[in-house]
Nanobody, 121 residues
Framework: QVQLVESGGGLVQPGGSLRLSCAAS????????MGWYRQAPGKQRESVAVITSGGSTNYADSVKGRFTISRDNAKNTVYLQLNRLKPEDTADYYCNTISRRSGTSYDFASWGQGTQVTVSS
């Protein structure tokens, strides 16, 4: 199993910045894709940014040019740098990984517990 622990959320003013981190732990797997999702009150969870093991990235249109995803494969950690934050970025942010069980072709998803980001003056 993969355990994911997120950190870095908080309250920030519009135009401000935050950096989210998500560290994965466990054994018996190889992490393929790491990503961040968010869910605002009353809305569905949506993909924010994804990064593959090779470093390819994909972003939601609403965050392109403002958010940057990166990962440290040696530390099994994914980061999300949030810049020029807007009130509409307010949401719970969840870390997600797609991992392959060692010695198999079985892929599985894991989720963190979420970290709250509030953008307000």
């Amino acid at each position: 199993q993969v355990q994911l622990v997120e950190s870095g959320g908080g309250l920030v003013q519009p135009g401000g910045s935050l950096r989210l981190s998500c560290a994965a732990s466990g054994s018996g797997f190889i992490i393929k894709t790491m990503g961040w999702y968010r869910q605002a009150p009353g809305k569905q969870r949506e993909s924010v940014a994804v990064i593959t093991s090779g470093g390819s990235t994909n972003y939601a249109d609403s965050v392109k040019g403002r958010f940057t995803i990166s990962r440290d494969n040696a530390k099994n950690t994914v980061y999300l740098q949030l810049n020029r934050l807007k009130p509409e970025d307010t949401a719970d942010y969840y870390c997600n990984t797609i991992s392959r069980r060692s010695g198999t072709s079985y892929d599985f998803a894991s989720w963190g517990q979420g970290t709250q980001v509030t953008v307000s003056s």
